[in-house]
């Protein structure tokens, strides 16, 4: 078994493809819409299955926000450098909700950024990525 994808629904689907796309540095996987049911849905992600899990954007024709609850904690993106990815993600119109630091507790460095919809996504400081894709 693997990790194929993680949905978020969210209220406009265009805004948040612009956030993972343009803010995160994902690509744009794929999209479908099914009319009958009346949702859209958008994959992102920095490769597709079967490399890394995907996120899968769903957007339910005319809702615009949802109740978010308190169960639902967050996504992790492992970045090479967390403060040099908070700047980019500042410079490119991100909201970081909590800057560059060690985790309570530890050593680890870590940051939270919030989406349009308000979903937290943790950075974790890992060297391992200073040479692959994604968020640099």
């Given at each position: 078994?693997?990790?194929l994808h993680t949905m978020l629904r969210v209220g406009n689907l265009q805004r948040s493809i612009d956030f993972y796309t343009q803010v995160l540095g994902m690509k744009l996987l794929r999209t479908s819409e099914n009319p009958e049911y009346k949702y859209?849905?958008?994959?992102?992600?920095?490769?597709?299955?079967?490399?890394?899990?995907?996120?899968?954007?769903?957007?339910?024709?005319?809702?615009?926000?949802?109740?978010?609850?308190?169960?639902?904690?967050?996504?992790?993106?492992?970045?090479?450098?967390?403060?040099?990815?908070?700047?980019?993600?500042?410079?490119?119109?991100?909201?970081?909700?909590?800057?560059?630091?060690?985790?309570?507790?530890?050593?680890?460095?870590?940051?939270?950024?919030?989406?349009?919809?308000?979903?937290?996504?943790?950075?974790?400081?890992?060297?391992?990525?200073?040479?692959?894709?994604?968020?640099?």
């Amino acid at each position: 078994m693997r990790l194929l994808h993680t949905m978020l629904r969210v209220g406009n689907l265009q805004r948040s493809i612009d956030f993972y796309t343009q803010v995160l540095g994902m690509k744009l996987l794929r999209t479908s819409e099914n009319p009958e049911y009346k949702y859209t849905l958008a994959f992102v992600g920095y490769e597709n299955n079967p490399a890394q899990a995907e996120i899968e954007l769903t957007y339910n024709w005319g809702t615009e926000s949802y109740d978010m609850g308190n169960a639902y904690g967050h996504i992790a993106l492992g970045v090479p450098d967390v403060k040099a990815a908070c700047d980019k993600i500042k410079a490119a119109g991100g909201n970081v909700t909590r800057e560059a630091g060690p985790v309570k507790g530890g050593s680890t460095v870590i940051a939270f950024v919030t989406d349009p919809d308000g979903y937290k996504i943790e950075l974790i400081q890992r060297a391992e990525y200073a040479s692959g894709g994604g968020l640099r």
